[in-house]
């Protein structure tokens, strides 16, 4: 079946700008996933939802980033002013309630210029 | 706070040659521990997790508590098993993986 797929791949943006990113679950996953993964390092929590609430966000590294899944399967992350920091690879991924195993998306890379 | 630290960035072996890719991780619960890989241009994916005991492309990994290791082995490697390596712990509520930041392993002819 699909996996879980990552709107854009790529996507470049000016400082100061706004961007969004999507994510599509695996059909039937309640529990969604975001990390960020910077050049050199592994990747890192940002938001955890179970079904359309967000479960934890103590990954959210300021008020600049925000994530919405209105209706329990797509997701969107935001990202308000960004800056050249801000530029990473941002991963998507999945799960069945209660399961540990996560399934993992191709990831949007985000450069902020 | 939990951590998992891979001191080794890159490992790079011949060909038939044993691998350990080392894994320490600190975390004050009863730790679940997986090891991820990416090959290249493709998506991180699990390849086992301690829970399950099992080998998987050759490859076992144990959870040693008194060492709080969880190293990654595997008796001959194959070139098709370069990739990035990353070893993870999970929380106790399910809700977050820390990731390690990983280890390249080159395997030449």
Redesign the interface.
């Known amino acids: 079946g699909a996996?879980?797929s990552q709107t854009p791949s790529n996507k470049v943006t000016e400082k100061g700008k706004y961007v969004e990113l999507r994510c599509d679950p695996i059909s039937g996953h309640t529990?969604l996933?975001w990390?960020r993964q910077s050049l050199?390092?592994?990747?890192?929590?940002l938001i955890?939802f179970q079904g359309t609430g967000a479960?934890?966000d103590?990954?959210l590294p300021n008020d600049r980033f925000f994530a919405v899944r209105p209706e329990g399967s797509v997701s969107t992350l935001k990202i308000q002013r960004t800056e050249r920091g801000d530029s990473a690879v941002y991963?998507c991924a999945s799960s069945l309630i209660?399961?540990?195993?996560?399934?993992?998306?191709?990831?949007t890379r985000l450069t902020v210029t | 706070a939990q951590r998992v630290t891979q001191p080794e960035k890159l490992l790079s072996v011949f060909k038939g040659a044993p691998v350990e890719l080392k894994c320490n991780y600190s975390y004050s619960g009863s730790p679940e521990l997986f090891w991820y890989v990416q090959y290249s241009r493709q998506r991180l994916q699990l390849l086992l997790r301690h829970i399950s005991r099992e080998s998987i492309k050759g490859f076992t990994a144990d959870l040693n508590k008194g060492e709080t290791s969880f190293h990654l082995k595997k008796p001959f490697a194959q070139e098709e098993d370069s990739a990035m390596y990353y070893c993870a712990l999970m929380n106790s509520g399910y809700s977050t993986l820390t990731f390690g930041k990983g280890t390249m392993l080159l395997v030449s002819p």
């Open positions: 996996g879980v529990a996933y990390y050199g390092q592994g990747p890192e929590f955890y479960a934890d103590s990954g991963l209660g399961r540990a195993e996560q399934y993992f998306g191709p990831g």
